[in-house]
């Protein structure tokens, strides 16, 4: 059953009390909530998951509710919990969503050790895969919402789950997450896609979520191979530069953007090494979407 053939009371009755099992990518995450927009919004963005049977194991149990004091009224917040504990603060309730997305983030981050977790995008059309890796302001989620659009899988706009043999990436297509400038920007080169109503105002700006496109949903189970890692820059009107990283370097680079990296110790050295070896790495500057869009569908 699909989360939308649940009618929308029933839904909202789900969420507040048993919480719902939905499976996204090679995890059951069951979520919870009683605040009435997120549970709206869930069931906009999460639209073609499927909901999994309440009495299967599930990986991760998360909520989002409101705090037990005076700010559940008072200028109202929002508290993301796993297994009944808060990892961060609570923030206003109206960005409810985005904290669902980065607590998810949190959770797959620190407690799917099974896998080396990159920060990262990550795509695949043909056999053939882009991972997009770079800290904030590189461009990562407007380069990839736009090839998202434009025939490309979706595996992730935040996080890359690689096999430690380092040769396959398991997808988890999630909502995908704009910002500020570049929600206009996607709204106009993907007039199809199908934005969340709701925007967010975060400290890190105005947030609208997408939803992922069914392909990517129905296709989730299906692993994707080692190709092609860009460490990407962003800067206005740019020239596009392409240049090989050298294997060294890459390997450092690649260290940095592993959330669970030191966590794993000595397997994730060698998992990360192994990474290094199957995979082609470059660094990717570019200041113009579709000039960037039409040079990496014909790297």
Same mark, same amino acid.
């Given at each position: 059953?699909?989360?939308?053939? =649940? ?8 969420? &507040? ?7 996204i ?15 709206? &919004?869930? /069931? ?7 909901v999994?049977?309440?009495t ?14 005076? /700010? ?7 508290? @993301? ?6 990892? @961060? ?10 904290l ?41 989620s407007?380069?990839?919402?736009? +090839?998202?659009?434009?025939?490309? /899988? ?6 890359? +789950?690689? &096999?430690?043999?380092g ?9 995908l997450?704009?910002?500020?400038? &570049? ?9 199809h ?8 105002v975060?400290?890190?700006? =105005? =947030?609208?979520?997408?939803r ?22 962003f ?44 995979? /082609?790495?470059?660094? @990717? ?15």
């Open positions: 059953m699909k989360l939308s053939d =649940i009618p929308q009371p029933a839904l909202e009755k789900l969420f &507040s009390t048993s919480g719902i099992p939905l499976q990518g090679p995890f059951i995450i069951s979520i919870k909530t009683s605040i009435r927009h997120l549970a709206e &919004s869930i /069931r906009f963005l999460y639209h073609d998951f499927d999994e049977d309440a299967r194991f599930a990986d991760y149990h998360v909520s989002v509710e409101r705090p037990a004091n005076l /700010r559940r009224w008072i200028r109202p917040q929002a508290l @993301f919990c796993l297994d009944g504990h808060a990892p @961060f603060f609570p923030m206003a309730a109206h960005a409810a969503a985005p669902l997305e980065w607590g998810l983030n949190w959770v797959v981050g620190n407690h799917a050790h099974q896998y080396l977790v990159v920060h990262s995008a990550v795509l695949e059309r043909n056999g053939k895969t882009l991972l997009f890796a770079g800290g904030p302001g590189a461009g990562k407007t380069l990839c919402s736009a +090839l998202t659009f434009q025939g490309w /899988r979706l595996l992730s706009d935040e996080l890359a +789950l690689l &096999s430690h043999d040769d396959r990436v398991a997808p988890i297509p999630r909502p997450s704009i910002k500020d400038a &570049s929600i206009e920007l996607i709204r106009r080169v993907a007039p896609a199908m934005f969340n109503p709701v925007q967010s975060t400290h890190e700006g =105005i =947030i609208v979520h997408v992922p496109p069914v392909e990517a949903v129905t296709r989730q189970m299906e692993d994707a191979p080692a190709g092609v890692v860009l460490f990407l820059k800067q206005i009107d740019s020239p596009l530069e392409l240049r090989e990283v050298p294997k060294a370097r890459a390997f450092l680079r690649l260290a940095q953007n592993i959330h669970n990296y030191t966590v794993l110790g000595a397997a994730g050295f060698e998992a990360a090494a192994r990474v290094v070896e199957s995979w /082609r790495f470059y660094e @990717f500057t570019y200041g113009n979407l579709d000039e960037a869009k039409r040079v990496l569908s014909s790297l």
